[in-house]
């Protein structure tokens, strides 16, 4: 059954569709623009997606003073809580909230079930993958992928050659971004196997947003992420032999990093120690934190610190974040370090375009969920491909993340592409190419108004002895209209995924 | 638990203490500036630059506006009611999970409550409404802090950080109030100089219960063996320092006796100091000396604390 849309007028394709006279409680979308990206709540006609329609007559019914004092109110209980990052532009350090968007983003559970079997395929592979390359590399043998790629990767630690790894299991937290192309079908745009951050957004969302529409998230049938922590404690004791007693702490670069919320937050939820670097030491390859009472030992570092800076005796020697020594205790089996070092050269953006090849090697399987095609520039054919259409596609660096070293060709003016053809030309390797996906689009409350903007999905999967993936994840929204960075760095805000039971 | 958690919670305390005082020093002073002559007031004034360690920051104590604003508001000033308050928070974020949540959002509000004011504001909406206000919200955060957390080592670091600052906060003013030279026991102050003794107990929120003590006639020597010695009352010095005593007990369960040894001995000195000192021995020239040594000794415990707790070498502990 389709629900009439008590909404309009719409704008398809950019051309303002007839209006409506019969529909006035319809103000909120005034300015909504339906075009050619997947709308998750509405269809191509305008009318309301069947799970979104309890949802949608609550937001119509709902006067739009109500819906901006409904904002401001967890926007406030954001700011109270301190869920907030430092900004250090003027003299006065300012703290600011990242933007969270009142209306939830719902998933289907049809919808659901294919990301969860999708997603636990890959980091399957992904940890075969690792363990492989870090073991007998049959992998670079067989050619199945190209052996300058892994050992030229600046993410590659040859430090992890021959380390064994419990279960096998390299990466125990990742954060995959899924997008929906024009069609409706979630597709993979980017594996986030270092240290991947935004859950606690993810719980900090539903809490307000569940406050804010009470009524229709009951009759939804909205499934429960509040578990996470437990899952993540469960996941991190299945690391180490003896799992009830062991020791558990989460490692944080300390109050100024811009996730130190989140890894309080876990560590509250846990119920372990939250440490910096400096409350660490190594002793005889066995790692103490200093207590009032003394030295106590640690055995599992659920560790929020990237490869670079957790050991200055073995990776970075100017970081202050990590502990001396802590490297060999890894190698002599005395610590767990979860995400376990090295995991970087995996998510790279070159590897990411081999993953569904990996997964036909690696399990003989056909991917569940897509990847975005990809041009490997390294390919000479690829190459002048993407330079003959660099306006229409997105050209990224391989080893960036957070939105940086990336062009937006239809975003860019002419210089801007001849400038980054240039950088294109003269390092191949570095870059891959996409085209530009219209990421679908959701209704956001913007200055009071209900307007589409584009969204992603990012849901957290953790994996020790099993696989978990509670059901829900982190739905970045790209607030400025037509943009689509999400990233919360370049004007990215976040919303409550609903991802339902029936 | 952590050494540098410890330090954190430790370091909190004392910040709320110094932000409660200073909010209070604030309210009072500038409730009682109507009925002070300007000579009295500006002396009042200098006495609170003075007990601030503010006399860089606020150059003129006949300009109550200036000194209200660099006591209050100015963030240059590291004893300013805004700095306490900002470092409280920062320790608190620093150690957010051991907090509950409910201390963590008072104190987060009340920082961000002070925030936006500027001194123009505040002087038009009678000033001394605001301290008064962040003065109740403290006592709520004490509360709130008493009633939500663990009553664990946490909680002790908190208490000892409280204490200790107390007992050296209440001691400065004592001193500054009575002066470097040997105070006459015996004066009965008149009726002009009968208010700065009067703002003094309220200074120490002591006016009230002094008074059921030792009625509203206002002697310097009760004054002071009030805010000294007086075991019942929570802003004594003695009442401070048992418990300072009672916090360090409580710390540090598992540390080993020779690390404990020393922050013991300290204070149970300063408290043998205290239990058996009366202010009759105090008469003449020892008084100034005799509150110069309280605050020697506390400084002394807080140096003591850290070396034992927070920054040990490792290599001294198996």
Known sequence: ?502 | MLSRVADSLYWMGRYIERAEHTSRLLAVKLESMIEQSREDSAASWTRIIAAQSAESFAANPEDAFATTDSIALARSNPSSLSTSLSRARDNARQVREQLSTEVWEHLNRLYLHLQPFAIEEIWVHQPARLFRDILRDLHTLEGVIYTTLRHGEGWYFLELGRYIERAQLVSRLLGIHFGASAPDFAYAPQASKYLDWLVLLKFCSAFEPYCKEHTAAIRPERVADFLLFDSEFPHSVKFAVGRVNEALANVAPGAPPRRRAPCDRLAGKLKAAIDFGQVDDLIGGSFAPFLAEIMRQCEEIHDTVFSAYIAYDAGTVA
């Open chain 1, 1 to 502: 059954m389709q629900h009439r849309a008590a909404a309009g007028p719409f704008e398809t394709d950019g051309v303002k569709a007839a209006p409506d006279a019969h529909v006035t409680q319809a103000q909120p979308y005034a300015s909504y623009t339906l075009g050619a990206p997947y709308d998750e709540m509405f269809t191509r006609d305008g009318v309301v997606r069947p799970h979104c329609a309890a949802l949608h007559e609550r937001i119509s019914t709902l006067p739009s003073e109500e819906l901006v004092r409904r904002q401001q109110a967890c926007e406030i209980s954001f700011l109270h809580q301190g869920i907030t990052f430092t900004v250090y532009s003027d003299a006065q350090a300012t703290e600011r909230i990242i933007p969270t968007d009142l209306l939830p983003r719902i998933v289907r559970r049809d919808e659901w079930d294919r990301i969860e079997r999708g997603l636990t395929q890959r980091i399957r592979t992904l940890n075969m993958f690792l363990q492989d390359i870090y073991g007998d590399a049959r992998v670079l043998k067989d050619g199945i992928i190209p052996r300058a790629m892994i050992f030229g990767s600046r993410h590659y630690r040859r430090e992890m050659r021959g380390v064994s790894v419990p279960h096998g299991a390299y990466v125990n937290v990742c954060g995959t971004d899924l997008i929906r192309g024009e069609d409706g079908a979630f597709v993979v745009l980017e594996d986030n196997l270092r240290v991947p951050s935004g859950v606690s957004y993810m719980l900090a969302n539903r809490e307000v947003v569940r406050r804010a529409f009470p009524g229709v998230f009951r009759a939804a049938g909205v499934r429960n992420i509040e578990h996470y922590p437990q899952e993540l404690l469960a996941t991190l004791r299945s690391l180490a032999p003896h799992q009830e007693e062991a020791s558990i702490v989460v490692l944080t670069p300390g109050v100024f990093n811009s996730a130190y919320f989140e890894h309080a937050f876990l560590a509250r939820q846990m119920g372990v120690e939250l440490v910096e670097g400096r409350d660490l030491l190594v002793n005889d390859n066995v790692v103490f934190a200093r207590t009032t009472s003394g030295l106590k030992r640690i055995d599992i570092i659920y560790r929020r610190v990237d490869d670079d800076f957790v050991d200055p005796l073995t990776f970075r020697e100017d970081s202050t974040l990590g502990v001396p020594g802590i490297f060999n205790a890894y190698r002599a089996g005395n610590i767990v370090i979860a995400n376990a070092p090295g995991t970087g050269v995996a998510d790279d953006k070159a590897v990411y375009a081999y993953v569904p090849r990996l997964i036909s090697y690696y399990l003989g399987e056909e991917p569940i969920l897509d990847n975005v095609q990809t041009y490997l520039c390294r390919e000479p054919n690829s190459l002048s491909h993407v330079l003959a259409n660099l306006d229409r596609l997105v050209v990224k660096a391989v080893g960036e993340s957070g939105g940086y070293g990336m062009l937006v060709g239809p975003h860019a003016t002419t210089a801007e592409r001849e400038a980054f053809a240039a950088k294109l030309k003269a390092d191949p390797e570095n870059y891959i190419a996409q085209p530009t996906i219209q990421l679908s689009t959701a209704p956001t409350l913007v200055d009071g108004q209900i307007e589409s903007r584009h969204v992603d999905l990012r849901p957290f999967i953790l994996n020790g002895e099993r696989t978990t993936i509670v059901p829900g994840g982190l739905t970045r929204v790209a607030l400025r209209r037509g943009s689509l960075v999400v990233n919360s760095s370049q004007g990215g805000g976040s919303k409550d995924t609903w991802v339902l039971s029936a």
